[in-house]
């Protein structure tokens, strides 16, 4: 996972994963470990989130992580990682969360970032890897999919590894052909990038 590439514009896609493309969990890197959510993690949870410029403020993080909180806590504390290292140090965090993309809610892949001292160290992919493997023992018959943005290129290029490909239909507020364009217009800045 990569920080947030701001000099690009903006631009929502989304990616699906079929049920069953995740064969295994990809384990944690040695020195790191996986801790159950607490409050003592907010602060960290807010920084974390603000590192990698998935919000503006930690004013904005604290917000949304309080009404995810407020929601459904228990849900919450079932379904995010909060990946530590051997100081305590929150280092990476993801989890699954009801998105609002389409008519009815489905379980997205949902805030995932490492903090930048933390990255290159194989945490997005095991997060990923161990989200994807819980989602396939959910009874549901949608795919398991993520919403993320053209500036962040690097954390598409990690998607497309695990097998996530781009989603080309129509959900709210987006026909087909803008799906289309929006990846076709990603794809792009996927080459400049490579």
């Given at each position: 996972?990569?920080?947030?590439?701001?000099?690009?514009?903006?631009?929502?896609?989304?990616?699906?994963l079929p049920k069953k493309r995740v064969g295994s969990e990809h384990k944690?890197?040695?020195g790191f470990h996986y801790e159950k959510y607490t409050d003592d993690l907010f602060d960290a949870w807010c920084s974390l989130q603000t590192g990698v410029k998935l919000f503006e403020t930690k004013?904005?993080?604290a917000?949304?992580?309080?009404e995810m909180l407020a929601e459904d806590r228990a849900f919450f504390e079932a379904n995010f990682l909060f990946v530590m290292d051997e100081k305590g140090n929150l280092a990476a965090s993801a989890g699954l969360w009801p998105g609002r993309d389409f008519d009815e809610?489905?379980?997205?892949?949902?805030?995932v970032a490492t903090d930048p001292s933390f990255q290159h160290n194989g945490l997005a992919r095991s997060m990923l890897t161990k989200l994807a493997v819980k989602y396939d023992t959910l009874k549901t018959k949608y795919p398991l999919y993520l919403a993320t943005q053209?500036?962040?290129?690097g954390a598409i290029r990690l998607y497309a590894s695990i097998g996530f490909t781009p989603y080309l239909g129509a959900y709210k507020g987006h026909t087909q052909e803008q799906s289309e364009q929006d990846w076709?217009?990603?794809t792009k800045i996927l080459r400049e990038h490579a």
């Amino acid at each position: 996972m990569t920080t947030v590439d701001l000099s690009i514009p903006y631009r929502k896609v989304l990616m699906v994963l079929p049920k069953k493309r995740v064969g295994s969990e990809h384990k944690l890197k040695e020195g790191f470990h996986y801790e159950k959510y607490t409050d003592d993690l907010f602060d960290a949870w807010c920084s974390l989130q603000t590192g990698v410029k998935l919000f503006e403020t930690k004013e904005q993080a604290a917000g949304k992580l309080k009404e995810m909180l407020a929601e459904d806590r228990a849900f919450f504390e079932a379904n995010f990682l909060f990946v530590m290292d051997e100081k305590g140090n929150l280092a990476a965090s993801a989890g699954l969360w009801p998105g609002r993309d389409f008519d009815e809610p489905r379980l997205r892949i949902h805030y995932v970032a490492t903090d930048p001292s933390f990255q290159h160290n194989g945490l997005a992919r095991s997060m990923l890897t161990k989200l994807a493997v819980k989602y396939d023992t959910l009874k549901t018959k949608y795919p398991l999919y993520l919403a993320t943005q053209a500036q962040s290129y690097g954390a598409i290029r990690l998607y497309a590894s695990i097998g996530f490909t781009p989603y080309l239909g129509a959900y709210k507020g987006h026909t087909q052909e803008q799906s289309e364009q929006d990846w076709e217009e990603t794809t792009k800045i996927l080459r400049e990038h490579a």
